[in-house]
C-alpha cells in the first residue's frame, strides 16, 4: 500500500513550523495510542503511520530530503524499508506533555515526576469551614475549631516500620518503578510501571508498625483557636501555615485553610465594609421632623431627620460599619434609608383629623404630585 503524505498524516501544511508539527503529533498520538485504544489493530496501524511522519518532520535534515524527493528519500532502510529510525525524539518529553506525566505509565519516558517519586513531598491542604456572626465578622472574635489532620505516626516516627528498619527494594533499586518493553511494528516503546513489590515506594519493610501498618501516617485530631480578623467578610479564608497534613519523605506539611461563613443579619446588609439598613418613621416624623433611633453594630444612636423627609431618603452614620482589615482602626459606614409608613385601622376620629389634615394642606404642600400631573398634562396636549 502507498505511504500517505506525511503533511496529510499529520493534519498540517508544508509551512507548518516545528511547534504546529509538534502540537498536531501530540493530538494525534494520544488519540491512537494503544492505551487509549487496546485490541484495535487499526489505531495502532495510524498510531505508527503517525509515529513515523513525526521522525521525519520533526528533523530539519530529514524533513528536507523529504521534501525534496518524497518518500523515495528514504526508501533503502528506515522508513521506507517497513521500520523507521526515530532519530533524536525525546518520547519522554513528547508522552509526559501529552498524558500529563503519569496516564497509563508513559511518565516513565524521563519524565522527571515519576523520578522524584520518593523525594520529598508537601503535605495536602486542609479545608475547613467555621460559622461567625455579623458582628463577629465586623470586630474579630477568637474561635476554638477541632479537626482531622494525617500525621506522622508517633509510634514509629512516620517510618512505617516496627523496628524503625526500612529496607531498599530490590526488585526496583529504590526507585519505585521498573521498566517494561512493548513492541509496536518497527518501534520499541518503553513504559514505567509501578513497582509491584514495593508498591511504588522503593522501600521494603518486614515489620510494620502495628499503629499504622506500615504506612507510616495516621489520622489525628487536632483543637487549635483561630483568629478572625476584624472586617473579614463572608467567603474570606485565612491560611494558617504548617497545620494541614504532614509531608511525605521529609516534607513540609500543608496549611489549614479555614473559610469564613458569615450569618445573615435580621436588620443590615454588608457591601464592601459599609453597613445598609432600612429605618420605618411615621407620616408625622417625616413632614414634622424628628429625632429618631437608628440600629447600629453597638446599640442606637440619635438621628435628628429634617422636617418634610420623603421616604426612601438615605443618610449617613459615619464610621458606623465594620472594622477594615487593612486598618482595623478604621471603619467604614452605616447607610440608613427612611421609609414612611402609613399608617392603617385608623379609627373614625383618626380618619377625621387625618381629613381635615388633608384639607388644611390643599395641593399646595405636594410639590412632586404637582409636577407629576403637571407634566402628564402637557404630554395629554
Known amino acids: 500500500m502507498a505511504k500517505r503524505d506525511y503533511y496529510e498524516v499529520l493534519g498540517v501544511d508544508r509551512g507548518a513550523d516545528e511547534d504546529t508539527i509538534k502540537k498536531a503529533y501530540r ?20 498510531f505508527k503511520e503517525v509515529n513515523e511522519a513525526y521522525a521525519i518532520l520533526s528533523d530539519s535534515e530529514k524533513r528536507s530530503a523529504y521534501d525534496n524527493y518524497g518518500h523515495a528519500a528514504f526508501e533503502n532502510g528506515g522508513a521506507g524499508a517497513g521500520g ?11 508522552f509526559s506533555n501529552i498524558f500529563g506525566g503519569g496516564f497509563g505509565g508513559f511518565g516513565g519516558f524521563g519524565g522527571s515526576s515519576q523520578r522524584q517519586r520518593n523525594a520529598p513531598r508537601r503535605g495536602d491542604d486542609i479545608g475547613y469551614a467555621i460559622n461567625v456572626t455579623f458582628e463577629e465578622a465586623a470586630f ?10 494525617v500525621a506522622k505516626c508517633t509510634e514509629c516516627n512516620g517510618s512505617g516500620s516496627k523496628d524503625g528498619k526500612v529496607e531498599t527494594c530490590s ?24 513497582c509491584d513489590a514495593c508498591r511504588g515506594t522503593g522501600k521494603i519493610i518486614k515489620e510494620p508498625c502495628s499503629k499504622c501498618n506500615g504506612n507510616g501516617m495516621t489520622r489525628q485530631k487536632k483543637k487549635i483557636t483561630v483568629t478572625v480578623p476584624a472586617g473579614i467578610d463572608n467567603g474570606g479564608r485565612i491560611a494558617i501555615r504548617g497545620m494541614g497534613n504532614d509531608g511525605a519523605n521529609g516534607g513540609p506539611a500543608g496549611d489549614l485553610i479555614v473559610e469564613i461563613r458569615v450569618k445573615n443579619h435580621q436588620l443590615f446588609d454588608r457591601r464592601g465594609y459599609d453597613i445598609y439598613c432600612d429605618v420605618p418613621i411615621t407620616v408625622a416624623e417625616a413632614t414634622l421632623g424628628a ?3 437608628v440600629p447600629t453594630l453597638e446599640g442606637t444612636k440619635k438621628f435628628t431627620i429634617p422636617e418634610g423627609t420623603q421616604t426612601g431618603t438615605s443618610f449617613t452614620l459615619r464610621g458606623c460599619g465594620t472594622c477594615r482589615l487593612e486598618n482595623p482602626d478604621r471603619r467604614g459606614d452605616l447607610i440608613f434609608t427612611v421609609v ?4 392603617k385601622g ?3 376620629k383618626q380618619r377625621e383629623l387625618m381629613r381635615q389634615f388633608a384639607e388644611a394642606c390643599g395641593e399646595s404642600n405636594y410639590s412632586k404630585k404637582q409636577r407629576f400631573f403637571r ?7
Open 140 to 149: 474579630g472574635v477568637k474561635k476554638e475549631m477541632e479537626f482531622t489532620r
Open 346 to 348: 385608623l379609627n373614625s
Open 84 to 94: 523507521f529510525d526515530m532519530g533524536d525524539i525525546d518520547l519522554g518529553d513528547i
Open 27 to 46: 493530538k494525534l498520538a494520544k488519540k491512537y495510542h494503544p492505551d487509549m485504544n487496546p485490541g484495535d489493530s487499526e489505531a495502532e496501524a495510524k
Open 171 to 194: 526488585a526496583c533499586g529504590g526507585s519505585g518503578q521498573r521498566r517494561v518493553y512493548q513492541r509496536f511494528g518497527g518501534m520499541q516503546i518503553q513504559n514505567t510501571v509501578t
Open 291 to 293: 429625632e429618631i433611633d
Open 340 to 343: 414612611v409608613e402609613t399608617p
Open 375 to 381: 407634566r402628564n398634562k402637557k404630554n395629554e396636549d
